[in-house]
């Protein structure tokens, strides 16, 4: 019997794309481009981290992945120009879809599993007005790897004291879906673009297309 969910966050509960307008702000005409190549770079950062077991923090990895991305595209901005990029993933938009779905679980224990230093994962939290709806706020900075490191999932394990059979994870990233299966936790794949199921040799538990859907798919 599910028990509790965890949530990611990044992709999941906040929309990553709302950087796009102080990244077309400060860049008029490339803000699209740069939005797509920074974050793909910055989830390519958090792997190659992992694997090297040189770990920084999501703030700097997301940092770099900005920078990595500028330089890509030929954009030279300044420091101050960088700042206030960067500051856009302290105040990330909720999906839409979201506060609905978080109410329609009841009492079903609520927490989050992410990539997200503490102090952007406080931020987020905050600036969404959802404090104290979730019982964990879990970071990776607590093991100093990234997902999908089973460690990462352990910490669900760990904090929430069930069983991972018990525990289900919710995620728009296939590839966390893949990780948290891999592990032993329930999996469901929040896939909003409809994207083809990677080929990593799992199925999730549930498949849906909107947070609307999945008080059904978890009952």
């Not at 028990?3 to 699209?32: H, I, M, N, W």
């Not at 890509?72 to 700042?83: N, Y």
């Not at 599993?113 to 964990?136: C, K, Y």
């Amino acid at each position: 019997m599910l028990k509790a969910l965890v949530f990611d966050v990044y992709g999941t509960l906040f929309d990553v794309r709302s950087v796009l307008g102080r990244c077309e702000e400060v860049f008029p005409g490339r803000g699209a481009d740069l939005t797509a190549l920074w974050r793909a770079k910055q989830l390519e950062y958090t792997w190659l981290r992992s694997l090297m077991s040189r770990y920084e923090d999501f703030w700097q990895v997301t940092r770099d992945g900005l920078i990595f991305a500028c330089r890509t595209l030929g954009l030279a901005p300044s420091d101050d120009q960088i700042e206030h990029v960067m500051a856009s993933y302290l105040t990330l938009s909720l999906f839409p879809d979201i506060a609905a779905a978080l109410g329609a679980l009841g009492s079903l224990p609520c927490s989050i599993l992410s990539n997200g230093s503490p102090t952007m994962l406080d931020s987020v939290v905050r600036h969404a007005e959802l404090e104290g709806r979730f019982r964990h706020v879990l970071s990776v900075h607590e093991v100093g790897a990234y997902k999908p490191s089973p460690a990462v999932y352990q910490l669900a394990e760990n904090h929430i004291g069930l069983a991972r059979d018990e525990i289900g994870l919710v995620s728009s990233n296939c590839w966390d879906v893949a990780g948290a299966k891999a592990f032993g936790l329930r999996a469901y794949w929040l896939n909003r673009q409809k994207a083809p199921l990677e080929a990593l040799g799992f199925e999730p538990d549930g498949v849906i297309h909107s947070a609307a859907e999945l008080v059904s798919v978890v009952a």
